[in-house]
């Protein structure tokens, strides 16, 4: 059987520059994975493939049973759920209306539109987007202005957003940027959640810090130079040893209530 995120041999080069290098990656089905690496080791690049909005430029990807390059990828894409940080969920013009509310762009993921398709928004479609805000921690966010709710509130919203569609898929690329500290545990914690209330969706984060890693994180993948250079169980991975290999300096892992903690070791 295949894997939610099968990548075998894969690079991917822009005009001279390479991207990524003879990546192997395997994902199976309900495992919950964390990307770490220092900025241009390729995460975001391995994140868009795994999203079905990349092709590779050499070895195979498969997302869902699907090889890309032989499969319709706007219809992949419905069942991969994404939130970026740069991401732009809605026009600018749209979040400047007066009625812009969270539960209107919770709403907008059941079509996977910036604007809102009112006439496919039945009882069924607004009971969910409820429910998701309620499961988010923003219950109480909905008829709320979309414009003036917190970074950390619009990111919590930006996870329900995408799990209006139902995706087998749920890939996060550095949701915590521009975060404070309660913001940013507010949303570790409502990701948290999702892996207990949701067995069955798969999830990735991609990540700078360790310390944004859920505790319900299971596997971890770390990059370096456009390569993988450690995959396996959380507990193999994230040691003392591989993350200083990884970031370039002496480093020590700590971890606490299924947390965890770096911090340089520094020459006495």
């Known amino acids: 059987m295949s894997g939610a995120i099968e990548l075998s041999a894969v690079g991917v080069r822009v ?28 995460k975001t690049t391995l994140l868009s493939l795994a999203a079905a909005v990349r092709h590779p430029s050499q070895g195979t990807a498969t997302v869902l049973g699907q090889r890309l390059g ?18 732009r969920l809605v026009d600018e013009e749209l979040l400047e209306e007066e009625g812009t509310t969270a539960h ?9 539109t910036s604007a809102p398709l009112w006439d496919r928004y039945g009882p069924a479609e607004h009971e ?4 998701l805000l309620a499961d988010l921690g923003c219950k109480d966010l909905g008829e709320r202005l979309f ?8 990111a919590r919203i930006r996870v329900a957003r995408a799990l209006m569609a139902e995706p087998v898929v749920l890939l996060l690329d550095e949701p915590f940027a521009g975060l404070d500290l309660p913001a940013r545990e507010d949303l570790i914690t409502a990701v948290e959640e999702l892996a207990a209330t949701r067995p069955a969706l798969t999830t990735v984060t991609v990540t700078h810090h360790l310390e944004e890693v859920p505790a319900t994180t299971t596997h971890a993948l770390l990059m370096r130079d456009t390569r993988v250079l450690a995959s396996g169980p959380v507990e193999e991975v994230l040691t003392s040893g591989t993350l200083s290999e990884c970031f370039g300096r002496p480093l020590r ?14 020459d006495r």
């Open 253 to 266: 892992i700590d971890r606490l209530d299924g947390r965890w903690s770096a911090r340089a070791v520094r």
């Open 147 to 154: 414009r003036v709710c917190s970074q950390g509130e619009r």
């Open 70 to 87: 032989r499969v319709d990828l706007r219809e992949l894409r419905r069942r991969i759920g994404l939130v970026a940080a740069s991401q």
């Open 15 to 42: 005009i001279s520059r390479t991207l990524l290098a003879d990546i192997d990656w395997r994902v199976e089905y309900g495992q919950h994975w964390v990307v770490l690496g220092p900025n241009g080791a390729g």
């Open 104 to 112: 209107t762009v919770v709403l907008t993921g059941h079509t996977g």
């Open 128 to 131: 969910r987007a409820h429910r």
